[in-house]
């Protein structure tokens, strides 16, 4: 069976990452990787960046599938949007050492990390980083354009808004409901809803800064 042609946009460190689960799978060619300017020295893990992302308009959506290896939640919408505009397939990429309960539902451009847990009836937006060993309980919800860092953990039944970023090791306890655009610091625990935007840390976490 002739395999796909894959192309990552990101250059950074979670190109590592997005990288290493491609190859892993084994189920597509990977052609090369777009980052934010025009830098065609780089290789990063056998695979050369070939050029800027505004190249993307050169490729034939009709064999080549897109994969974002970017960690800002901002700028992977911003990209998102703008390769979508050109018709390429976002598959989800989930890594073969992650685990997601067949029950669960989950929309596209979605990148799971090995070790990652995603429960049963839980429902995953599109363009989300769920990244190494997070846990998505049952029921839980994930909107759009979210990142889950390494240890993280979200529980039943809670819901994360579009553009979160939950940091590594924080906890987000049950039946908690997180509004857009809301940042949760390394090793906090979220004990009651958040319904304004913000930087939030501690165990319980409180409000630091106001995001506008």
Sequence with gaps: MKKKQAIV??????????????????????????????NTDEIILGTPVIGSVDKIKDFD????????AIGDNSLRKSIFKKVKRYNFSFPNLVSEYAIVDVNSVM?????????????????????NLINTGAIIEHEACIKDHCHLS?????????????????GASATIIDKIS??????????????????????YVGSPAKLLKVIK
């Design 9 to 38: 946009i990101g250059a950074g460190g979670n190109a590592r990452v997005v990288l290493s689960i491609l190859n892993n799978i084994k189920s597509y060619n990977i052609f090369g990787i777009l980052d934010f300017r025009d």
């Design 61 to 68: 959506n009709n064999i080549f599938d897109i994969f974002l």
């Design 107 to 127: 929309g596209e451009a979605n990148i799971v990390c090995p070790r990652a847990f995603v429960g049963p009836s839980s429902i995953i937006g599109d363009n």
């Design 150 to 166: 390494s240890l993280s953990v979200v529980a039943g039944r809670s819901c994360i808004n579009n553009e979160c970023f939950i």
């Design 178 to 199: 997180l509004s857009e655009k809301v940042v949760v610091g390394a090793g906090s625990t979220v004990i009651g809803d958040i319904s304004k935007s913000g930087t």
